[in-house]
């Protein structure tokens, strides 16, 4: 594990290679998955706030799930508040664009501006983030519908951690995405010097 302030992230975030290619999975992860992307209480606020924008981009079966079930529930797995699905399993805030699943959030933000672009789980994906008290625990969460994104991120030669950089930075910071790309240096030159041994 690689320690920076009070996260601990796994050594498979900054070794592995992860590159989104949307144009060859077509945005499946928006459907794919027991349960809808989870929210903390302030990004539900922060939806509500800029509902009315967010549903000028909501498709029609997406309205009708937002009119009699809300944006928001708890999955009944860990009671964790999550988005709402459609009846087809896809997030209620998908949107389809040229075959491809798209976030109504992201796009009214775009046009908007009101500094949300996407709950930070879907944002930071596919990295996770556990908290236990005080500390948080980053994870890779590897999924084989993303088989092309590890190829993308190979031959790009982009690996995890530079992938999420600005979802990580929204959610600890740039000073402390600065200190996680010094103590990067620091593990592969340890790394280094110990496969030489």
């Known amino acids: 594990m690689i320690k920076v302030d009070n996260c601990l992230i796994s050594e498979d975030i900054v070794e592995k290679s992860f590159a989104c290619n949307v144009s060859a999975c077509k945005g499946i992860c928006c459907i794919e998955g027991d349960a809808g992307a989870p929210l903390d209480k302030e990004e539900v606020d922060k939806i509500q706030s800029h509902l009315q924008e967010i549903k000028r981009e ?24 999550v988005t709402t699905c459609k009846p087809n399993k896809e997030c209620v805030f998908v ?4 075959g491809i699943l798209n976030c109504a959030i992201e796009i009214a933000n775009t046009k908007n501006s009101f500094n949300f672009p996407k709950p930070i789980s879907c944002h930071l994906y596919p990295i996770r983030v ?5 500390f948080y625990a980053l994870n890779y969460h590897r999924w084989s519908i993303c088989v092309d994104a590890c190829t993308k991120g190979k031959k790009d030669d982009v690996k995890v ?15 402390w995405y600065a200190s996680l790309e010094k103590s990067v240096k620091e593990y592969f030159n340890k790394k280094g010097s110990l496969d030489v041994k």
């Open 95 to 98: 949107v389809r664009k040229d």
């Open 130 to 134: 556990d908290q236990y008290n005080e």
């Open 161 to 175: 951690y530079q992938f999420a950089q600005n979802a990580l930075e929204r959610k600890f910071g740039k000073t």
């Open 58 to 81: 909501m498709d029609e079966t997406g309205l009708k799930t937002l009119k009699h079930q809300g944006f928001v529930e708890k999955d009944p797995f860990d009671q964790m508040l």
